[in-house]
């Protein structure tokens, strides 16, 4: 099977965005292909950023923005510059457009405006 025709059987539908619908039809099987998807490798960066976006959403119904995660992986590891790196490098084309997306939350123009 392909690795278009594999993300469609694991989520059906997306919005014209390329986002899940519904951020609990999200799976993590689901991340490495929507990373291939974007020309991404995943890799401990991802995952962290990507958790961290997840476990912000129960909690709140939102999405965090940029400022939020790079706090979050400060206070994990200690160092801001490193948390900042680990936001914005794995993600070239942004936090709002990308890492949302491959973790599988919408996110609003506002956020995609803010990173």
């Given at each position: ?24 039809d ?8 929507r990373?291939i998807?974007?020309?991404l490798?995943r ?6 950023v ?12 939102s ?5 939020r995660?790079?706090q ?5 590891n200690?160092d ?14 942004g936090?709002?457009q990308?890492?949302c ?7 609003s123009l ?6």
């Open positions: 099977m392909n690795r278009r025709a594999e993300l469609d059987s694991l989520v059906p539908e997306r919005d014209n965005a390329g986002c899940v619908p519904e951020p609990r999200w799976s993590r099987a689901l991340a490495p292909l990373a998807e974007e020309g490798t890799s401990p960066a991802h995952w962290q990507s958790d961290s976006v997840r476990a912000w959403y129960p909690d709140t119904g999405v965090p923005g940029a400022r995660v790079i979050h992986q400060a206070a994990a200690g801001k510059r490193a948390a900042r790196r680990v936001l914005h490098a794995p993600f070239p084309h936090y709002g990308q890492a997306r491959i973790a599988g939350m919408r996110t506002k956020r995609t405006l803010d990173v």
